[in-house]
């Protein structure tokens, strides 16, 4: 597999403690992301790391999987990778770790990648295609139509919407949206829009006026428990 970096995080990659691989190569080209460097499908300082080697090196680590903790896949798009990523995902849960993965939700074969996925973490963007397609570069369909698959059957999922100031700050629009489908198994998160990553465009990034009061993210929060719909804050 071709992984960008990994580390240790506490609770924003899934829950307790948990080893994070970014896998290199993404099909979305979002004007805020915050991982730029993931982007492109090879990078000079990403490495190919056999299944074999990635399996053994969480195996190792696995004392520091406390509080809920376990191996976390992110990216980039880290499901792009999904011939390889499979296979170890099964290894690991028949192993007993606790496994999670982060998703842009585009791929078809998610589907099949999420019987071997404990907690699940799906980014969605824009309800709407069209500014969907100007903001990230590629279309919503596979991505509802994903989200729509597990939440219709009942499968817990955790939905990330980063609030971008002109971009998609609807938060009845997101709310109703949602609405339409079974949610009781469903988490949703409001991620307010930072730069982190801002240098990593190296002077190509594009966003200038992203920030979002504390008041916008009420107002999703709001718009979102009236109807029903579990909140969170990671
Ligand atoms: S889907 Fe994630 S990794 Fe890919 S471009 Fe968008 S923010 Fe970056």
Redesign the pocket.
Known sequence: MKILQKGFNYSQDGPGNRLVYHLQG?????K?????D??PPSNPKSKDITIDDIFNEIMRCRMMFFDGGGVTFT???ATLQHTELMPLLKRLKDAGINTCIET?GSVPTLKEIAEFVDYLII?F?HFDNETHIFW?GHDNIQTKDNIGYFLNRGRFIHIRI?VINKVNVFPEEFAEFFGGFNTRNAVFEFLPYHEFGKDKWQGKYEITDGFVSPEIIERFEKAFTQRGLKTIKT
């Open positions: 993404c099909n979305f080209r979002c805020w992301c915050s991982n730029a993931s982007i990216g980039g798009e842009n980014d963007k990230t980063p």
